[in-house]
């Protein structure tokens, strides 16, 4: 497996509690030694059944305090920077935070790095959102589309684009050996915090209405954790990707909100019914990949279909709520 090609080395993972970044550190924990910084402001790690492995060292911390970024990183090969403000009700109540997590917290970050003295590649997360509320295709080199100043939505955006460009600085200028993944619309078992996928399948499991914020005609195509993961995996071992940005996601799996609804629904033969209720922020009406980039440096195209990413994620949802 492509995880495998990646042994004997010291990963540093920000965010590492976090749903991708806790499902990366599973994926890479049996042949290498992993240090997870995080301050568990959510805790998807504390759930693995490696949590306590010999391999895995954690580190509860801040990456707004540089010294303990660096202190803690000594001795690491590969950094992979997942810890950030997200979840459009968080960077809501704060977008204070949520610039200074993103910016400030990722120059630390990548400083630290930069003062390794075997750093062969810092893998750093922006999103999907730089792309603004119509994204068709986008490609990597597509115009990052804003929204007003003073809606709190794109604080998030302004923020993971500014660490991106932080960190192709970091590349040209100090020789770091930097790329970036820009996620599109993640899900899986074991997601924390927000997400219409969790939510909806949370509910439709307990036969409780689904609510759909707007119309239910926003498009989205949804990328199932295992391939978001595969993905991340590509950039750490492929020479092409340094100095780089990649879509990570799957342009197939579109759907309308409300068809995504409607779907859950079908594949949990739940009773559910759909709830209609008003907007109470900017939302995205389109958003799909283009992911030719990645396919044709990394070798990497998404595998798993909408329904069955459902259903997997629905049979662990389904553990905790008996559980």
Request: aromatic share 8%; proline share 3%; hydrophobic share 40%.
């Amino acid at each position: 497996m492509i995880k495998d090609m990646i042994q004997g080395e010291n990963i540093f993972v920000t965010g590492g509690a976090g749903f991708i970044g806790s499902t990366v550190v599973g994926s890479l924990i049996n042949h290498n030694k992993v240090t997870v910084y995080d301050n568990f402001t959510r805790n998807a790690l504390k759930e693995k059944p490696y949590y306590n492995h010999p391999n895995l060292t954690v580190v509860q911390g801040d990456i707004l305090d540089p010294e303990a970024v660096k202190r803690s990183m000594q001795n690491s090969t590969y950094i992979i920077h997942a810890a950030a403000i997200a979840g459009i009700d968080s960077v809501i109540k704060s977008p204070v935070t949520t610039m200074r997590v993103n910016m400030v917290g990722s120059n630390n970050v990548l400083a630290a790095a930069a003062s390794l003295q075997n750093c062969k590649r810092v893998v750093c997360f922006s999103t999907s959102e730089v792309f603004g509320q119509m994204a068709f295709r986008s490609t990597e080199t597509s115009p990052a589309v804003m929204g007003a100043v003073g809606e709190a939505r794109w604080t998030y955006a302004v923020s993971k684009l500014a660490e991106e460009h932080l960190a192709y600085a970091f590349y040209k200028e100090q020789g770091l050996p930097t790329v970036t993944v820009r996620p599109f619309n993640v899900y899986g078992p074991g997601q924390v915090g927000e997400g219409a996928i969790r939510t909806f399948i949370m509910r439709a499991l307990r036969n409780e209405n689904l609510q759909i914020h707007g119309d239910g005609t926003q498009i989205r195509a949804w990328c199932y954790i295992d391939d978001m993961v595969e993905g991340i995996v590509c950039t750490m071992i492929r020479d092409e990707a340094v100095g780089q940005s990649f879509n990570i996601g799957n342009q197939r799996t579109v759907i309308t909100v409300y068809g995504l609804a409607s779907t859950i629904i079908r594949v949990l033969r739940s009773k559910s019914e759909i709830e209609f209720v008003e907007a109470d922020s900017a939302d995205i009406e389109l958003r799909i990949p283009n992911v030719e980039k990645a396919k044709k440096l990394l070798g990497f195209e998404a595998k798993v279909d909408l329904e069955e990413g459902i259903d997997a994620t629905a049979q662990y949802f389904r553990g905790k709520i008996s559980g």
